[in-house]
Antibody, heavy 125, light 107 residues
Framework: EVQLVESGGGLVQPGGSLRLSCAAS????????MHWVRQAPGKGLEWVSR????????TYAASVKGRFTISRDNAKNTLYLQMNSLRAEETAVYYC??????????????????WGQGTLVTVSS | SYELTQPPSVSVSPGQTASITCSGN??????ACWYQQKPGQSPVLVIY???NRPSGIPERFSGSKSGNTATLTISGTQAMDEADYYC??????????FGGGTKLTVL
């Protein structure tokens, strides 16, 4: 069974740091691009970051660029998100998700499947 | 940045057909997918590549696209389909983009 399990969430003060982990199982982790997506309480989904299967390429939402770092350890089948300079408005459930991609007649289609259960990050003093 | 627009809410009677739209500039030249999210749960993919249904998703879920508007259709809607639904597309500048979400109420 394909499974993603996040951990590392918790309460952190504004300006603080936290590292999230996402343990993958049931598939060949090292061959898939992976993502982080967050959801503030009562709000919609917000894409955060993406990393290439070998870790060589990373992209970030403008809102987190320069403060968050996505990484992975393919030997441990684990995805990470290092979050620095956290803000109160970044209180959210953080999900990791596996990317699926196809290119049809030159058009890229990307969707996320499956998603982990999420880990709650609360930024508050 | 690229944006996708969904109606905040849609209501449907049990057994009827629910339609949730998602519009975006040049969406006709992109692929859309749809996620279902029930309270307290993670999102689940229900449609990808505009109109493909993953294994395990009931046949009553279907997707279509006309021009720059993608539509998720739920035929014979059941009470268990009550959830938030999000569309998503890939934009080469904005990367993964989600619509604002639509709350489907079955009443």
């Amino acid at each position: 069974e394909v499974q993603l399990v996040e951990s590392g969430g918790g309460l952190v003060q504004p300006g603080g740091s936290l590292r999230l982990s996402c343990a993958a199982s049931g598939f060949t982790f090292s061959t898939y691009w992976m993502h982080w997506v967050r959801q503030a309480p009562g709000k919609g989904l917000e894409w955060v970051s993406r990393i290439r299967s070998d870790g060589s390429t990373t992209t970030y939402a403008a809102s987190v660029k320069g403060r968050f770092t996505i990484s992975r350890d393919n030997a441990k089948n684990t995805l990470y998100l290092q979050m620095n300079s956290l803000r109160a408005e970044e209180t959210a459930v953080y999900y990791c998700a596996r990317e699926r991609l196809t290119i049809i007649q030159g058009v890229t289609s990307i969707w996320l499947d499956p998603w982990g259960q999420g880990t709650l990050v609360t930024v508050s003093s | 940045s690229y944006e996708l627009t969904q109606p905040p809410s849609v209501s449907v009677s049990p057994g009827q057909t629910a339609s949730i739209t998602c519009s975006g500039n040049e969406l006709g030249n992109k692929y859309a997918c749809w996620y279902q999210q029930k309270p307290g749960q993670s999102p689940v993919l229900v449609i990808y590549e505009d109109n493909n249904r993953p294994s395990g998703i009931p046949e009553r879920f279907s997707g279509s696209k006309s021009g720059n508007t993608a539509t998720l259709t739920i035929s014979g809607t059941q009470a268990m389909d009550e959830a938030d639904y999000y569309c998503q597309a890939w934009d080469r500048n904005s990367y993964v983009v989600f619509g604002g979400g639509t709350k489907l109420t079955v009443l």
